[in-house]
């Protein structure tokens, strides 16, 4: 499409305007010539330049994520791996530089949470800053990421790996500590002073997110806008901010409205739209859910969703519609038969823990065939009991906290949308919790 439009503007268009305003055809065929000559230079150029820069790009990145490798020849007197710190005492000499040279330094005190600030250059435009600030993300990453890239082989193959099991624990071992020492780092972490405050604080909430997701050990994000709906679909700036502040796979929910299941022709389209512009963008996974009025599975939507997803080499999770169907066994046969990969349900009950005998048969009956993923009052105090009693092996939780907005209200009007208690409030996600939860799984 894109060589569509160039070719008729900067080609057809300006040949038919040449040829009609010149009587003699061996000069417009001269001006024509000159004109073609002229523009496919610079086309050529531009693509040339344009694909030294992204070639430029690709192999940085690529030094981050394929070129270092992991030296395990490097044992201490403990027979524990060392780090190779070339990259890291260079980017500690640029960080200890930038503190020497700064002339403004600002502590700022925002929810208990003291951040360092740093005016690193002023003659440095926010896109200069930001582009440092990405390569110092990657590079703090690099101490992690390569230890634990060498630890997935064991996952592969147990039975060859078992034999080297005091290996396998150095590096292990090895692998946690970097990650250990990774979230240290991020904690005392410089963030520039960009010219907009709003803009570093976008920065400094960045660095805070992927420092919680080393912190609190959730295996995977559900993605959703309007939790209080049940949760709706979000926005691509949603995911595209998630999928750069995180490392561990976002699942997208795909929902239009809140209510039901059973959704109109003029909705199911959306729900495609949506579903294709996700994962256009970086979702690792697409929560739905189809139903038909008799409260039976829509097989041909859900079939027709679950290829779009697989043909993407994602994962397809039908989300808690399950738990309004009227036969649970029948349906979770034929999301099996249409190629599922999980169910969020909570046994077809209000929450998990009232459901947990029929998430347990679902476990027992199925669970070697889809995914069963527990969801609705999964907290601290029965998370453990919970996939002890039913074998399930993963659990889904909201972990939210109430934020106060006192903008919410005034004596005219409210739009609080909880109950009173919630008043002037809204949801978040809170990482306590997070790292709570993921310890007691």
């Not at 907009?196 to 997110?209: G, S, V």
């Not at 561990?248 to 059973?262: H, N, Q, S």
């Not at 907290?379 to 939780?397: D, K």
Request: proline residues 2%; aromatic residues 10%.
């Amino acid at each position: 499409m894109r060589w569509i439009v160039v070719f008729l503007f900067l080609y057809f268009i300006p040949l038919i305007v040449l040829f009609k305003n010149y009587n003699n055809i061996k000069r417009s065929f001269i001006y024509a010539s000159m004109y073609i000559t002229l523009v496919t230079t610079i086309v050529i150029t531009n693509i040339y330049i344009s694909g030294l820069n992204k070639i430029k790009e690709s192999m940085y990145y690529q030094n981050y994520s394929f070129g270092k490798e992991y030296t395990e020849e490097k044992i201490i007197n403990e027979n524990k791996p060392v780090q190779d710190t070339s990259e890291i005492a260079k980017l500690e000499e640029i960080k200890v530089n930038a503190k020497n040279d700064s002339n403004n330094i600002v502590s700022e005190n925002k929810e208990n949470d003291n951040k360092e600030v740093v005016n690193f250059d002023s003659k440095k435009s926010d896109k200069e800053l930001i582009y440092e600030f990405k390569k110092e993300i990657y590079e703090i990453e690099l101490k992690a990421l390569i230890p634990m890239r060498e630890c997935i082989p064991y996952t592969k193959n147990i039975v060859e790996n078992i034999k080297k099991l005091d290996k396998v624990k150095q590096d292990l071992e090895y692998a946690s500590d970097m990650c250990t020492e990774v979230i240290s780092i991020y904690t005392t972490m410089d963030i520039p002073q960009l010219s907009n405050d709003e803009y570093t604080k976008m920065l400094i909430d960045a660095r805070n997110d992927v420092k919680t997701a080393y912190e609190n050990g959730a295996d995977r994000v559900e993605l959703n806008s309007a939790l209080y709906l049940g949760g709706l679909t979000p926005s691509l700036a949603n995911l595209i901010c998630a999928k750069e502040q995180c490392e561990i796979p976002v699942v997208a929910m795909v929902r239009p409205r809140g209510g039901g299941f059973c959704y109109s022709a003029e909705e199911y389209q959306t729900m495609i739209l949506d579903t294709k512009l996700l994962l256009e963008h970086g979702a690792d996974g697409i929560a739905f859910g189809f139903l038909k009025e008799d409260q039976t599975l829509d097989t041909e939507r859900t079939k027709e969703v679950i290829y779009l997803i697989h043909e993407q080499g994602r994962e397809a999770v039908f989300h808690r519609a399950f738990d309004c169907v009227a036969d649970q066994k029948k349906t979770i046969e034929q999301l099996i038969g249409l190629g599922a990969d999980r169910i969020l349900t909570s046994g077809g009950a209000p929450d998990v823990w009232s459901g947990r005998e029929r998430l347990k048969q679902l476990q027992k009956e199925y669970g070697s065939e889809i995914e069963i993923l527990a969801g609705s009052g999964v907290n601290e105090n029965n998370v453990r009991e919970l996939m002890t009693y039913t074998g399930v092996h993963q659990v889904h939780s909201s972990c939210r906290v109430w934020k106060k907005d006192i903008t919410t209200s005034n004596e005219y009007v409210d739009f609080s949308y909880a109950g009173i208690q919630e008043k002037n409030q809204y949801e978040v996600v809170d990482a306590a919790k997070v790292h709570r939860l993921a310890e007691l799984c």
